[in-house]
């Protein structure tokens, strides 16, 4: 009797093995076929690359810009994280080879404001639910986002140079986030234009590391597409932690009235912090380009208007501050407090959106995606009800 049921186990197992094998070779010869989030699984698993951020896909390095995404794209599905996704058709502007979030290709019309800024700008939205978008439907104006994420303020500047200055625009809105001195200094070495900066790295909190996994559960993820899709349906991720996506891993979790929100990503904290040698190099370019550009503007006739974007830790400060602690919040803050000093002292037009974002985040208000680092629609809505209510002043 029990050889029987030995002999039966034995059998329903190898049976089991092989159905499990013949789906992992499906699953493979499948991919082009398989819906966005398991297929961004599946080829994780094989390339060993993280695609669910997709910089990849819409976005590439560029030694002028530092990033530029893809002209006459058509409505591609684009990933900020395993759970935000957004679609984007994209035009270039005379011939560029960079592409922009246009609501159409031909801006001949007459444009009353013009925006130039990161992916904050752009939007990690539906293009009707990004703040530049609705401030233009609600306010009558005649729009041109000229947002292209992974970008610092010699970027911004350059846009502003080679497409704002042709449309000569009564307004020109300047986005800025706190890691755009870093993506300036960032700029600079991959044009090879400045030294590395000289960096001690005991000073600050180090990089986090993947955890050690079982051998059994180790071997999985790195191997078997199977068991990547079952990862992201379970878990929103799929593979190995690489050392890259763990500086980008958020470590708090805090959960309020409208939602849930991760926050803490190392990197992030890096970027903010203006005692980091990169960002102080940066900055001072930084100060250069927006000189070079409210000289531009003016020369027109135009206004410049420096919008300042808050992360999120900024915005929850009432949730996120007693998690960091107060120190660490004043890293946290750091560069944005350092653009409202620049903003002082070269007279800029500057307008800060923490301050109200703030007081709808008291309120409850979910305003960022939970697991991305930028505003969802609600907070895009938000924004736009803010700036619209400044220029309204």
Known sequence: MVRKVTKRLMIVSVWVLVSLLLLEAALRLAVPVLPARLAAAARQVLTGRAYVEGYSNAWEYDDEHFYIVRPNLDNVLQYGSPTVSFHLTTYPLWGSRMGFRLAQPDVNYFVDAVFVGDSHTFCFTELADCWVTILGRESGMGTVNLGQPVTGSLSHLAYLEGFAAPLTPPLVIW??????????????????????APVDLSLYPPA????????????????????????????????ALTAQEMMHADPYTITYRAGVLQFGRWIERMVADMSYPPNAIGYGHTRAALIQAQQRVAAWGGRLL?????????????????????????????????????????????????????????????????????????????????VRAYLGR
């Open 175 to 196: 986005q800025f986030v706190g890691n755009d001195f870093n993506d300036d200094y960032g700029l600079l070495r991959l044009r090879g234009a400045i030294p590395e």
């Open 306 to 386: 420096v919008l300042l974007v808050p992360t999120r830790e900024l915005v929850y400060q009432d949730l996120t501050a007693p998690i960091l602690g107060a120190s660490e919040f004043a890293v946290w803050g750091s560069a944005h407090n350092a653009m409202l000093q620049l903003c002082a002292e070269l007279d800029l037009e500057c307008f800060d959106a923490l301050p109200g974002l703030r007081q709808h985040a008291q309120a409850g208000e979910h305003l960022y995606w939970t697991d991305d680092p930028h505003l969802n629609p609600q907070g895009n809505a938000t924004l736009a009800e803010l």
């Open 208 to 239: 986090p590391q993947p955890p050690q996994l079982p051998p059994v559960q180790d071997w999985l993820q790195r191997n078997s597409v199977l068991y990547g899709m079952i990862q992201m349906l379970t878990t929103g991720r799929a593979g």
